[in-house]
């Protein structure tokens, strides 16, 4: 088993690097490592729908999607993620077999004072609050496990991402469950550093599992995971675009009339547009829908499409940004 300290903070990178020791390697490994501000959102979620658009956007917190399946989780330098990575045959029952996996985080944590369980499909908690989520995939004869463990995580990011407007979407997208959440630092009788945390952990599982060894990332490994970062993991196409097909309906009330949008999106690109109000207009109103069709639906490329376009000829009185506002 080899022990991967790895140092980037990039959401992109560590999430490609993962599928590439996964898929590219034959590494029995674990690795730790930290995002900096990240939503993470499951293999087979909405994006769009589990997070706040306008609050990630505001706040530059980057929205990435990993391999695995479950619901999205808030990352930032308060967080310790682990990876777990061996050979599996393909009817092994480590599938699925969460506890087993997050044992040597509860053993950790007991040697720092702290009782933490295995509580339901895949949580580990503390006093009845989640800590850590945890999730898996499975390629060919080879498992990835990984959790996300709150130490030190900024509360206020956390639920302001974390916070969709459901009104707004309706979609076939596997939604997220909202657990009452810890911060283990909360729970430690003295203060510590996430990397003091991290690096206590290392030393856990160096003391813990036989034949351990640390590992440093070869050139080769960096390149690889830096080409599927920039290929896939750091595209719109896979973040957004590989999003079940969803519809959109926003609605504003203003001085000049109300207005109803109405979006239909498939693989992230609206499909159809409707435009319902009690407005007036001068020129047809389809024209305007009509351009809004074969566009990604996300912000900057709504207002890119729109920019030559004077909005008021078609609802009297509103502005580009507010009709944005409406349809992102």
């Known amino acids: ?10 959401p992109a990178f560590n999430l490609a690097l993962e599928e590439y020791l996964l898929e590219s390697t034959e590494l029995d490994l674990i690795m730790l490592w930290r995002n900096s501000k990240a939503v993470i ?11 706040d658009a306008d609050y990630v956007r505001e706040r530059e917190i980057a929205v990435v999607r990993r ?10 330098l308060g967080n310790i993620n682990f990876t777990i990575i061996h050979q599996n045959g393909v009817d092994d029952q480590s599938f699925g ?11 950790y944590l007991e040697t720092l004072g702290v009782k933490a369980e295995f509580s339901g499909r895949n949580d580990l908690v503390i006093d009845g609050k989640k800590f850590c ?37 309706e979609s076939k997208g596997i939604k997220s469950v909202r657990s009452r959440v810890t911060n283990v630092g909360t729970h430690l009788g003295s203060p510590m550093t996430p990397e003091a945390f ?12 036989e034949g351990i060894r640390d590992y440093a990332l070869t050139a080769g490994d960096i390149t690889g995971a830096q080409a599927l970062a920039d290929e896939k993991h750091a595209r719109w196409e896979w973040n957004f675009g590989k999003s079940p097909p969803y519809n959109w309906e926003n ?16 693989a992230g690109v609206i499909e159809q547009a409707h435009l319902f109000g009690d407005f007036f207009g001068m020129a047809d109103k389809s024209e305007l829908e ?39």
Not at 42 to 51: D, F, Y
Not at 198 to 209: C, E, I, K, P, Q
């Open 1 to 10: 088993m080899n022990l991967i300290i790895n140092q980037s903070h990039n």
């Open 41 to 51: 959102i499951g293999n087979n979620q909405n994006a769009v729908e589990e997070i």
């Open 67 to 76: 391999q695995s399946g479950g619901g999205a989780v808030f990352h930032d």
């Open 97 to 107: 077999g969460y506890r087993a996996f997050t044992a040597p985080v509860c053993g």
């Open 133 to 169: 989520g945890n999730a898996q995939a499975l390629k060919k004869n080879r498992i990835m496990h990984h959790g996300c463990i709150l130490f030190d995580a900024d509360f206020t990011d956390l639920a302001g991402a974390l916070k969709p407007k459901a009104e707004k979407i």
């Open 198 to 209: 991290m690096d206590g952990l290392a030393d856990y599982f160096r003391a813990n599992v």
């Open 251 to 266: 609605s504003g009330r203003y001085p000049f009339g109300g207005v109803d949008v109405r979006l239909n999106v498939k």
């Open 290 to 328: 009509a351009a809004l069709c074969g566009i990604p639906h996300r912000r900057g490329a709504l207002e890119s499409a729109l920019a030559q376009r004077d909005i008021g000829r078609y609802i009297q009185g509103m502005t580009r940004a507010e009709l944005l506002d409406l349809l992102y």
